[in-house]
């Protein structure tokens, strides 16, 4: 069955009467955005819905304008179909009379029907039962898609019961399983009243149906739980699948991160390690003697001219005093009169040491007990310790005249000492600041390095961000998401095996009870009842695998063709296939549709291979209906293309002219004027595209957006 | 025996008055706070004793002795000499007590007194360590003025971490020490 026509008429944007004539084959229908197509979809929408409601929205605007008043006109669709010889015309309209600028009335919405023979004659009908019975709500369904989300027909549970019930003859065979099944119940049913009836066996037949009976209930607890498992797992490999292209993203970014942490904690080390508190160091570290040396020099000649002249002056004024009063006062002199040391350099403990050992320390000579330089060493320490001891006011003879009353000579001595000794530390000073600052600048050439080294890390990962399409958190995401789902992704693994094994033990323990309930019924029951139900359970079995076989060839018939429309639209490209897997659960048809690669599901194919996908089973399934029903209907696309690139175009318009007995395609594409070829309505592409029939339609101009009344549809025949 | 150093130490060097604003105030910090928060600052000094030391050291290696004039203001310290360096309640500083030695040992050298004169009594104690102060005061004031000259140079000088240091090891030019 074909569209031959379709007349609009005042029916939004199109205004007065505008006739579309289709043919066989590929009819299309190219309009920019805006221009009448999804109107033109609309329209035969509203002409085979039952909903009657804002029919005043409908109304074209510049007919209201345009129209005179009480001159009423029409605002309707008309559709004409081709069935045989036989021309089916169904019209659906409401009628508008305009009374002022803003007021008019309408009437109710009514349907027409005319149906024309082969002869000529023609019978006027019911149209709404007219339209029921030529085109069955349903099947919009499988006839009419708007956009590429209307195309995934097979996502609902019921669809494929649903195109069987529709179109296949396979349906036949439902009725016929489930009345086998009905009889071998009425069986059991009697067998089991006939068993209990015998007093030897009741009691272990009825422990065995309930053993029975509760095994059953927990192996088909199990099998649900099995199947939630299923699921899982394949929401799992979905997950996995889905996010597979970002995983190396995301891994590498997770190394560059790390990466870039390392670093960061490298220089922190060693910024940690930068010591520049010169001026405290200066201070803490004596850093300030650097250049002390000098000075120290000045300071010891000054200290030990002094020294020696006190010394000096000392031994004059005792020597003078001497003569005066005698030898009182004589102190040990040295060889050639020089000036002696102080009397306590060396210190009494030295003195006493040298003495002890018998040696003088300084210039390694031996000084025995008795001799010269022993009884030397000795009087110069007792006379030390002489003048240590406080004088007594007996001792004093008259006035004692001092040349020195102080003597702070001594005391500068010894500080002279202990700064000389620390001599080897100021000289070690210079180096060590030298040490220093080394080591600083070579820290921060290192940390300069690290940073150098850190902006390329940096580089790299945003190259690698900006080349993904995930953000850098999304990645992060991603690598984490993907670890747990791998997690889970085993133990759901794990748990399958489980459950599958407890399955098939359950399976184990239920079948002897089976057994052994029947070789009771068999001993206790009539040969006749249970060779009746041996029968039926035969014939229920025939029927059930039956229906089953048929299913099944059914589905493979549906997916071989689809397969066929598959490699035509995707040729040269895609190499996959489609699988479309059917199974029972819980008495209902599950059909799971799969695009397949390499032997594995494929999980996130692109929006242009998913459409391709499925076109291929709508096309199947119009094959398949109409070599089974004989009969055929046609399909309405509005934009099912807007995913594909020019050369799946050019495949997919081949292929929309062998699918079906007639198919009407709406799209924008190929509506870019040429530049090169001005008398063409169309882009250059579109010459090469293989059809039928092509329509252009386009807002007559001029027109203004703003204003509905200057819209009107055109309607030009290619 | 008598201590000159000792005596010494009990005393509290004056400077030009002048220099707390320009020179004290800015470069060292008195008071309470972490000793790398006074770093933050770019204050590189504790407190004043802190950079009197540090001008001293600086006018002594540069051999930069002004002697500060009668009629100036001067201004001094709440420390007397024996107590610098002494750092024993501060977190992150070492004592530097040893240092006094050296300035003594330095204004000892650098001072015209007679010693012995000193010791014979003629000279009394409290001359000779107003004498040694009075040289501490001028290679201080030295210092400060060389600090002050750098500062109307480059404003910014001090705040590098190494500035100070650097300043006392270019007086190198004027001391051949290696």
């Given at each position: 069955m074909i569209i031959k026509e379709l007349i609009i008429s005042n029916y939004q944007c199109y205004y007065d009467d505008k006739k579309f004539e289709f043919t066989r084959g590929s009819n299309i229908i190219l309009g920019k955005n805006g221009g009448g197509k999804t109107k033109f979809y609309e329209a035969i929408e509203w002409l085979f819905s039952s909903n009657n409601r804002d029919i005043d929205e409908l109304i074209s605007k510049k007919k209201l304008n345009l129209a005179s008043p009480n001159d009423p006109f029409k605002v309707g669709v008309e559709i004409t179909f081709e069935q045989g010889e036989i021309l089916n015309t169904v019209k659906k309209y409401f009628t508008v009379q305009k009374k002022t600028d803003k007021n008019f009335t309408t009437t109710n919405v009514v349907y027409e029907g005319i149906r024309e023979y082969e002869n000529g004659e023609r019978d006027t009908m019911d149209g709404a039962a007219l339209l029921k019975d030529i085109f069955?709500?349903?099947n919009k369904l499988y006839c009419m898609f708007k956009g590429e989300s209307d195309l995934n027909i097979l996502k609902n549970n019921d669809a494929l019961v649903n195109l069987i019930n529709l179109y296949s003859k396979v349906k036949h065979f439902g009725p016929y399983a489930e009345k086998g099944r009905v009889f071998r119940e009425y069986a059991d049913k009697a067998i089991e009243e006939a068993a209990k009836k015998d007093k030897k066996i009741e009691k272990r037949y009825k422990e065995l149906d309930f053993e029975i009976n509760n095994l059953q209930g927990k192996l088909n607890d199990k099998q649900i739980f099995l199947q939630t498992k299923y699921k899982e797992k394949r929401t799992l490999e979905e997950n996995i699948q889905g996010v597979e292209k970002h995983l190396d993203n995301a891994e590498a970014v997770e190394t560059i991160k790390t990466r870039i942490k390392d670093i960061d904690e490298k220089k922190k080390r060693l910024e940690n390690s930068i010591d520049e508190n010169y001026t405290t160091a200066l201070f803490d570290k004596n850093w300030f003697l650097i250049y002390f040396e000098n000075i120290q020099k000045e300071f010891s000649d000054k200290v030990v001219a002094l020294s020696n002249e006190r010394r000096k002056q000392q031994r004059e004024f005792d020597r003078e005093v001497g003569i005066k009063e005698g030898e009182k006062r004589a102190t040990v002199a040295l060889f050639r009169n020089v000036v002696p040391l102080p009397n306590d350099i060396p210190s009494r403990a030295i003195m006493e040491e040298m003495l002890s050992d018998e040696i003088c320390k300084v210039c390694n000579r031996e000084a025995k007990i008795g001799s010269d330089p022993y009884n030397f060493m000795l009087q110069r320490l007792n006379e030390y310790i002489l003048t240590q001891k406080p004088v007594l006011?007996?001792?004093?003879?008259g006035d004692k005249i001092e040349l020195f009353k102080n003597n702070y000579t001594s005391r500068l001595v010894n500080l002279e000492a202990a700064i000389d000794n620390d001599l080897i530390k100021v000289r070690s000073i210079y180096q060590t600041i030298k040490d220093q600052l080394e080591f600083n600048q070579e820290r921060k050439n290192e940390i300069d390095e690290l940073d150098r080294k850190k902006d390329k890390e940096i580089e790299d990962l945003e190259n690698i961000i900006g080349s993904s399409e995930l953000g850098q958190d999304s990645l992060a995401h991603t690598f984490k998401n993907s670890k747990g789902w791998q997690r889970d992704l085993t133990a759901v693994n794990i748990k399958i095996e489980e459950y599958e094994k407890s399955v098939s033990e359950m399976r184990k323990e239920l079948s002897p009870k089976k057994d052994e309930k029947e070789a009771l019924d068999s001993k206790s029951v009539s040969t006749y009842l249970t060779q009746t139900r041996k029968i039926l359970r035969d014939i229920e079995t025939i029927f059930e695998e039956t229906k089953e076989n048929k299913y099944d060839e059914f589905v493979k018939q549906l997916q071989k063709t689809a397969n066929d429309y598959l490699k035509k639209i995707n040729v040269g490209s895609f190499t996959g296939y489609i699988e479309i897997e059917r199974r029972v659960f819980n008495k209902e048809q599950i059909v799971e549709v799969n695009l397949m690669q390499d032997g594995e599901i494929f999980y996130h194919p692109n929006t242009s291979l998913q459409t391709s996908m499925h076109l291929a089973i709508l096309f199947a399934i119009s094959e398949m209906t109409k070599i089974e029903r004989e009969e055929c209907y046609p399909l309405i696309f509005d934009a099912p293309t807007s995913s594909f690139d020019p050369i799946k175009r050019k495949h997919f318009f081949e292929v929309l002219g062998d699918c079906n007995e007639q198919t009407i395609l709406l799209t924008k594409d190929f509506t870019d004027r040429s530049e090169n070829t001005p008398g063409l309505l169309y882009s250059e592409e579109f010459v090469n595209i293989k059809r039928n029939k092509a329509i252009l339609i386009r807002l007559e101009e001029?027109?203004?957006?703003?204003?509905?009344?200057t819209i009107n549809t055109q309607v030009i025949n290619l | 025996m008598a201590n000159l150093f000792e005596k010494w130490r009990t005393r509290i060097p004056k400077y030009n008055e002048i220099y707390k604003a320009t020179l004290f105030d800015p470069l060292s910090n008195i008071g309470g706070g972490s000793e790398k928060a006074k770093f933050n600052l770019g204050k590189h000094f504790s407190n004043n004793y802190e950079f009197y030391m540090y001008a001293f050291f600086l006018g002594l290696y540069k051999e930069q002795y002004k002697p500060l004039d009668k009629d100036v203001k001067k201004a001094d310290f709440n420390h007397a000499i024996q107590f610098w360096g002494s750092k024993s309640n501060r977190l992150g500083r070492t004592d530097f007590t040893n240092l006094q030695e050296y300035m003594f040992a330095a204004v000892i050298a650098k001072t015209n007194i007679d010693l012995l004169e000193l010791e014979k009594g003629s000279i009394s104690e409290d001359e000779a360590v107003k004498k040694l102060i009075e040289t501490m005061e001028a290679y201080a004031n030295g210092g400060l003025m060389l600090i002050s000259d750098k500062l109307d140079e480059s404003p910014h000088y001090f705040i590098q971490a190494p500035a100070f240091l650097n300043l006392i090891l270019e007086s190198n030019l004027k001391n051949e020490a290696h």
């Open positions: 069955p709500a349903k006011e007996e001792e004093e003879e001029p027109f203004d957006d703003e204003i509905l009344s | -």
